[in-house]
């Protein structure tokens, strides 16, 4: 029997992405910058979060015409992002054919109290954790693939380090515990049950996770494979440095050498600069992305 | 005991790794040219083919996999490994190992919304192989020399050429190692 959008068909094209690097493109011509610098993936949307930032106002799923120009450019994977909630946005983003749907706090939510029903679609939804009990309900609700949410468009790595060491260190408590404390760990989590008490056997989630909010360098990408990520997004990283196209190649290079801090001192070299960084003790609390949804 | 390497440039490593593992092979990660001459046997994963391409040319791993692959060192492909193992691919001019007297289409089958799993009837196996088709390539071209081991709707699914074994499908994904074994085999010289 041939079936599509299985569980195991969704969450497998996240498999195939690890140990690269997904980079935020506006139009084709980045997109094309991104796939030769060796990106595994590309995210489309409208505004790259530091100008989501800066500009302000609603953001919202990128024009279509922008997403296919991307699709008929590039051969890789093409990802985009929908509203918190905005299931009619994604099922744009499903009708357009799009490889992933981000459903992303770093556009506007569409709504406050709930997520989009992702059992709902064929195509595979990664969403922002930042810790394991928002991981789990967000796989709860059919995501096939989490990532960290950092502190998009800062260009500072310290929100995806908290968000990715919370969740380690909360999947490690629940390793250690009996079996008759899974339920209150679930509870105390705001997570289902079944996953908690999967996740406390397995320690580890069952899908993949990858680092993302204020990813700028070659080493902030090694940094976070070290934190034991199983690839990273890129946000305004690559597009604001001063010489794209080698941020993103260098970029790429320290994430499959993470381990290796040759390589990584090697292609840090000459870089020019990283993107401007933003320190979160300056952004007001209206400012901070990583705290829609919940 | 065979010592298997996993090209670890990108790509579902792990799951190569601990499927080699549970076939009792010595499983090992090779990410820099002078290891290609320590192993029995390579496996190029699934991933993207471009990313690995790439970087397989920028830290010189180009070359050695090529004359290990010409040498006869058995080597087993899986989608993105399909199409490094081929000798040409029908769009774009990506970098490839080669070898394989194949021409791969890639995304044959269509974006991720049509990515599926289903039963393959696989020569040489009894039972039918549970396979996952991820933005998978097809073969659109097979050489002379080229045994077609499975098909979809007519397409070469899965092929041999001498120490060549390639699939459009991950059975890395599943718990079915059965393919695996096959690579294991064509190491012992079966």
């Known amino acids: 029997m041939v079936e599509i959008g299985t569980e195991r068909v969704k969450r497998g094209l996240a498999e195939m992405l690890k140990g690269g690097v997904i980079m935020d493109v506006v139009d084709a011509d980045q997109a094309k910058i991104a796939e030769e610098a060796g990106a595994v993936a590309v995210m489309a949307l409208e505004r790259v979060p530091a100008d989501i930032r800066k500009h302000g106002g609603v953001a919202r799923m990128s024009d279509p015409t922008k997403i296919e120009e991307i699709q008929n450019t590039v051969s890789i994977p093409v990802m985009a992002k929908c509203r918190i909630g905005h299931f009619a946005e994604a099922a744009v983003l499903q009708a357009l054919g799009v490889d992933y749907i981000d459903e992303s706090e770093v556009l506007t939510p569409a709504d406050e109290e709930h997520h989009v029903d992702k059992w709902a679609f064929t195509t595979p939804f990664v969403c922002g954790a930042r810790n394991l009990g928002e991981a789990l309900r967000r796989i709860g609700e059919g995501a096939a693939m989490i990532r960290t949410k950092g502190e998009a468009g800062t260009g500072n790595v310290v929100e995806a380090v908290r968000h990715m060491r919370t969740v380690t260190n909360e999947m490690r408590a629940l390793t250690t515990m009996g079996d008759e404390q899974l339920m209150s760990a679930a509870r105390d989590l705001g997570a289902p049950y079944e996953l908690v008490r999967e996740l406390a056997k397995t320690g580890k989630l069952p899908v993949v996770n990858f680092a ?69 003790g300056s952004l007001d609390e209206s400012e901070r992305l990583a705290g829609r949804g919940w | 005991m065979s010592r298997v390497g996993v090209l670890a440039l990108q790509g579902d490593v792990r799951e190569h790794l601990r499927i080699l593992e549970s076939l009792g092979a010595d499983a090992v990660e090779v990410k820099h040219p002078e290891q290609v001459e320590d192993i029995d046997g390579l496996i190029i994963p699934g991933g993207e083919s471009t990313t690995i391409g790439k970087m397989a040319v920028r830290f010189g791993l180009l070359e050695p996999l090529r004359s290990a692959v010409r040498g006869g060192m058995p080597v087993y492909g899986t989608c993105a490994g399909m199409i490094l193992l081929a000798d040409a691919v029908t769009e774009g001019d990506q970098p490839l190992v080669g070898s394989l007297d194949v021409v791969v289409r890639r995304n044959a089958f269509g974006r991720q919304n049509e990515s599926f799993e289903a039963d393959l009837d696989v020569e040489g196996l009894d039972e039918f192989f549970r396979a996952v088709f991820i933005r998978a390539p097809w073969i659109e071209k097979v050489g002379s020399e080229v045994d077609v081991l499975a098909t979809v709707e007519d397409h070469p699914v899965m092929v041999r050429q001498r120490n060549i074994l390639a699939t459009s499908f991950h059975p890395e994904l599943t718990r079915d190692g059965r393919i695996h074994q096959m690579l294991l085999d064509m190491i012992g010289g079966k």
């Open chain 1, 212 to 280: 993302a909010g204020g990813i700028a360098t070659p080493a902030d990408s090694a940094l976070m494979m070290g934190l034991g990520v199983d690839g990273v997004f890129v946000g305004s990283g690559v597009f604001k440095s001063s010489d794209p196209a080698l941020y993103a190649r260098a970029i790429v290079e320290a994430t499959t050498f993470w381990n290796e801090p040759e390589v990584v001192a090697k292609v840090s070299r000459g870089l020019g600069e990283a993107m401007p960084g933003l320190e979160i």
